[in-house]
Nanobody, 126 residues
Framework: QVQLVESGGDLVQPGGSLRLSCAAS????????IGWFRQAPGKEREAVSC????????NYADSVKGRFTISRDNAKNTVYLQMNSLKPEDTGVYYC???????????????????WGQGTQVTVSS
């Protein structure tokens, strides 16, 4: 069973950047599809991005395309979310999630993930 810990959340001004990390323990991430999700106060959780476990495939929500980049470092057992040109509407708690499946695909549906981290707060405000 894999345990996930997110980090890197912070308060940042609009237009700024942050890099979130999702560090895994208990199992190698090599065989896991990873997704990033976020939830703003009073709103439902929404998908942000995902990355496959084989033959790297990535996907992004329309709201973050061109601004966010997901990547993985299997040697460090960590997945990253680089967030640039941040907007106030990017504010929320960011969660990473994992599903054990060695595939060249990933999914933006939270229901397909079995393992979740505790989240890290991102606040974009001047």
């Amino acid at each position: 069973q894999v345990q996930l810990v997110e980090s890197g959340g912070d308060l940042v001004q609009p237009g700024g950047s942050l890099r979130l990390s999702c560090a895994a323990s208990g199992s190698s991430l090599n065989y896991y599809v990873i997704g990033w999700f976020r939830q703003a106060p009073g709103k439902e959780r929404e998908a942000v991005s995902c990355i496959s476990s084989s033959e790297i495939v990535t996907n992004y929500a329309d709201s973050v395309k061109g601004r966010f980049t997901i990547s993985r470092d299997n040697a460090k057992n960590t997945v990253y979310l680089q967030m640039n040109s941040l907007k106030p509407e990017d504010t929320g708690v960011y969660y990473c999630a994992a599903e054990r499946n060695f595939v060249s695909a990933c999914y933006l549906s939270g229901e397909l993930y079995d393992y979740w981290g505790q989240g890290t707060q991102v606040t974009v405000s001047s």
